[in-house]
């Protein structure tokens, strides 16, 4: 397979790169990234360019280029992870992940049509190349939120509540009108919150991690007591290649880890494993629409393709604080005055009040 690999320098991208090398290295690797604030090559730099990797720097906006990247390098599969993904900055600028999560899916969408379709002139026609797919990999976001009670399935209604997970959820509808109308063969699949080595700061775990180790304020949203499933990000790419290889077409898949928890319980955890005061805490206001819970079914990825996670949280939280504190020159190199701008924006009001 000459697999391109959307938004490969972020955090999911790098991690299904780095997966793919270990456990599936026969595949050709194409990784076009736009390199925005949150794309990091560091997070590649063991990862040599050679005839099984290569990287592309591009915006999935860009149809020159993206049909230039097809026909170069004969793109069977796209695991398209390209997406402006924090929901606190589709607040500040909703516009921007309309473009890049919608516009931009839709670029790939044509220009995969174009390039597997057998007879792209034709538009009754639904028959493509044997062996290509496109993946779109998609957040539980896109369900809105939970009760106390129930699990997202793949039939539940999509009811998201921020600009990123409408942008998302919008992408996930522009993706299955391709399969309904064209025939275009492709997957979608919904996970829940990633963890893991490489993660951008501004997500929470990895910001709870750095702030304890710099003994800074640890900001926390309204109560803390929102609920998410965690995914450790080795466990997410196992089940994206899954899905690749054995997905039956058209369907989606739904990717948790069957680890819920708070995010005060998650903060706390961290703080005791760094040996911090948890007078760190510090309560901030909530953030508009901030959904309540999240949590995933996973039955039918793990019935209908075999697979399972593999870690526990304890497992995962564990061995991620730990690469944060081997890697904290990795941190230091993510950590640009765009980001410190962007921090001090978003917390420093509430901890003034």
Not at 95 to 108: C, M, S
Not at 267 to 291: C, M, N, T, W, Y
Request: with cysteine; proline share 5%.
């Amino acid at each position: 397979m000459n697999i391109l690999v959307t938004g490969g320098a972020g955090f999911i991208g790098s991690n299904f790169i780095r997966w793919m090398k270990q456990h599936a290295p026969e595949h050709r690797i194409i990784n076009v990234d736009a390199l925005t604030y949150a794309g990091n090559l560091e997070s590649l730099r063991d990862i040599p360019q050679d005839a099984s990797y290569v990287f592309i720097r591009a915006d999935i906006r860009d149809r020159a280029k993206l049909d230039e990247v097809f026909s170069q390098h004969d793109i069977t599969h796209v695991v398209n992870f390209a997406a402006e993904s924090h929901v606190d900055r589709s607040i500040v600028d909703p516009e921007l992940f309309l473009t890049t999560n919608v516009l931009g899916t839709q670029a790939l969408l044509d220009t995969a049509k174009l390039h597997w379709k057998s007879n792209p002139e034709d538009k009754y026609s639904r028959e493509y190349r044997a062996g290509v797919k496109f993946l779109q990999v998609s957040t539980d976001e896109v369900y809105g939120a939970l009760g106390r009670e129930g699990l997202f399935s793949e039939a539940s209604p999509l009811m998201p509540n921020s600009p990123y997970s409408a942008a998302k959820a919008s992408a996930d509808l522009v993706c299955r009108s391709y399969f309904e109308t064209f025939g275009l063969p492709l997957n979608i699949t919904r996970c829940s919150n990633n963890y893991g080595p490489y993660q951008f700061p501004e997500k929470l775990i990895p910001l709870m991690i750095h702030n304890c180790m710099e003994e800074k304020p640890l900001p926390v949203y309204g109560d803390g007591m929102q609920i998410r499933d965690w995914l450790h990000v080795f466990d997410h790419c196992s089940a994206i290649f899954a899905v690749l290889i054995r997905g039956e077409m058209g369907e989606v898949y739904n990717i948790g880890g069957n680890n819920e928890r708070t995010n005060l319980e998650i903060i706390r955890q961290i703080i005791h494993s760094l040996g911090a005061s948890e007078e760190l805490i510090h309560f901030v206001k909530d953030r508009p629409g901030h959904d309540r819970r999240y949590a995933i079914d996973n039955s039918k990825i793990t019935t209908r393709l075999g697979w399972t996670p593999s870690y526990t949280f304890e497992q995962g939280i564990s061995e991620t604080i730990r690469w944060y504190q081997d890697n904290e020159e990795w941190m230091e190199h993510v950590l640009s005055g765009a980001y410190t701008e962007y921090y001090a924006r978003m917390y420093a009001p509430s901890f003034r009040e």
